[in-house]
């Protein structure tokens, strides 16, 4: 089981930028990964999605443009940098890692086996 620790959540304007790593005490250089967030009173969504080789990337339509997925295996890390933020993007960001071996991206909670526990991203109109 990978452990992951989410980093750089935070209060910022609407307009602003944010950038949210994730770091793996395990390696996941061979995983598929992901961002999913939850709003208050709302279902955890689907953000963003990276391929093992990082070769394919998935966005939700509501941040296409806005945010990029990254990694860097070397650091067992990935990213999530988050630009022009809206008030509805206020939510707790969670990283995931899929268990399988050079899996493809997911936009589906259940298809991750190991979960960070979240950064809290807020931001102000």
């Known amino acids: 089981q990978v452990q992951l620790v989410e980093f750089g959540g935070g209060l910022v304007q609407a307009g602003g930028s944010l950038r949210l790593s994730c770091a793996a005490s395990?390696?996941?250089?061979?995983?598929?990964m992901g961002w999913f967030r939850q709003a208050p009173g709302k279902e955890r969504e689907f953000v963003a999605a990276i391929s093992w080789s990082g070769g394919s990337t998935l966005y939700v339509d509501s941040v296409k443009g806005r945010f990029i997925i990254s990694r860097d295996d070397a650091k067992n890390t990935l990213y999530l940098q988050m630009n022009s933020l809206k008030p509805e993007d206020t939510a707790v960001y969670y990283c995931a890692a899929r268990a399988s071996v050079r899996s493809a991206p997911s936009t589906t909670p259940s298809d991750f086996s190991s979960w960070g526990q979240g950064t809290q991203v807020t931001v102000s109109s």
């Open positions: 395990g390696r996941t250089a061979s995983r598929a």
